[in-house]
């Protein structure tokens, strides 16, 4: 019996203080966290169009949409669109004109593609593919040779799958979007 | 506090009981992060810090602990400074936890932390348990360095994200897939457990 309290009461000890470090640790990084979050949205919307000097925020049918502005006058809309790569979750941040047709830029903010591979969606080369990119009718891809027409971007070579991940996580988010934004006018 | 064996306790995590190369312990995060010789570097830092925390707190209180309950009790302890950790790094070096992604988490399961517990630090002093801790967490970390290295070297041409090979390298991808972990995992202990018998044998004669 004796045993038996001790442990219980070990265990209950151990459970308590963890509990307290916790929160205190939780108390101190969340705001820093959260912060951060802020800021990669920021950094990527300004890196998206970088004549901005402000952005709004807006949410429209579920969707989140920033509006960049340069004073005052509107650049374009920013937003969010995720999902699944070749390993896990492609999440970017994607820049597209009012007229809602051609793509300003893209900035992939969180992805687990293969290094040396897939992960090069991730540099200037492929990203720099999506500026003036065409919306209409949808993005399409080629493999191992350039692109012929303006909605059409090159894959990376040995990373088709991640490629196409890109291209239909726009597609789709855009496709939402520009339902969305129509009914708004 | 009372520490006779203490140089022998530290140097032994460095080379003859080295935890990735002579126990084979903690394979999750050695193969799987050490594409680039930074995230090896982090990731050892924070074995590191979970390793050395605990192990002061649960030599400080291993005789409060019942044999029965141990193993939760360490887990408890282990998991509240991996989480610790994981907010730093959230915090502090955003870009750097994103890379980790869900090996920082996965600090919890790493048998070398556990291991060390069980062996070492319930049948040890405060000062003796630190100092274990301090030599396995620094013979962790320099062989993920080395390993990182390695495979940045020969996967981007890179070392600490500094061009070490010129524009004429083409990059060996299969280094910075987990093939090339692999790979040079098995030469690196290779070579190190030949040095040691050598080393060992010439000590004998």
Redesign the interface.
């Known amino acids: 019996m004796r045993k038996t309290i001790q442990m219980i009461s070990v265990l209950t000890i151990i459970g308590l203080v963890s509990g307290t470090v916790l929160v205190f640790t939780y108390k101190y990084a969340n705001p820093l966290i959260l912060d951060n979050q802020k800021n990669e949205i920021k950094e990527a919307i300004f890196k998206i169009f970088p004549k901005a000097d402000t952005y709004e925020k807006d949410i429209i049918e579920d969707s989140v949409i920033f509006r960049a502005k340069e004073g005052g006058k509107l650049l374009g809309y920013a937003f969010l669109a995720e999902g699944n790569g070749y390993q896990g979750a492609i999440k970017m941040m994607a820049g597209i004109e009012p007229n809602l047709e051609t793509l300003v830029g893209i900035e992939i903010l969180e992805s687990q593609e293969t290094p040396g591979l897939g992960q090069e969606i991730t540099e200037e080369e492929f990203k720099a593919q999506f500026k003036g990119l065409m919306t209409s009718p949808k993005i399409t891809y080629v493999k191992n040779k350039p692109p012929e027409r303006p909605n059409e971007i090159r894959a990376v070579t040995g990373a088709t799958v991640s490629s196409s991940a890109v291209v239909s996580i726009l597609n789709e988010k855009i496709k939402k979007l520009k339902n969305a934004l129509q009914k708004l006018r | 506090m009372h520490c006779k064996n203490c140089g022998k306790e530290f140097c032994k995590g460095l080379w003859r009981e080295n935890p990735i190369f002579f126990q084979v312990l903690g394979m999750c995060p050695t193969l799987a992060v050490t ?2 010789a930074l995230f090896g570097f982090s990731m050892g830092m924070a074995t590191t810090f979970v390793l050395i925390s605990s192990s002061l707190v649960i030599s400080c209180i291993r005789k ?3 044999p ?2 141990r193993i ?2 360490f887990t ?2 282990i ?2 400074f991996v ?2 950790a994981d ?2 790094l ?3 070096f ?1 870009t750097i936890s ?1 890379e980790l ?1 869900p090996y920082v988490p996965l600090i919890v399961v790493n048998c070398i932390i556990l291991g060390r517990q069980e062996a070492f630090v319930s049948k040890h002093s405060v000062a003796e348990s630190f100092v274990d801790a301090v030599g396995m967490g620094i013979g962790f970390s320099a062989v993920l360095v080395l390993l990182g290295s390695i495979r940045e070297l020969l ?2 041409g890179t070392i600490f994200y500094y061009k070490i090979l010129g524009e004429g390298f083409e ?1 060996w ?1 299969i ?3 987990p093939a090339g972990a692999f790979i040079t995992l098995g030469f690196l202990v290779g070579l190190f457990n030949w040095l040691n018998s050598k080393l060992t044998s010439a000590h004998k004669i």
């Open positions: 594409t680039k409060l602990v019942p029965q309950v939760a009790t408890v302890i998991a509240t989480t610790c907010y730093f959230k915090a502090n955003y994103k992604g996967g981007f990059n991808v280094m910075a897939l």
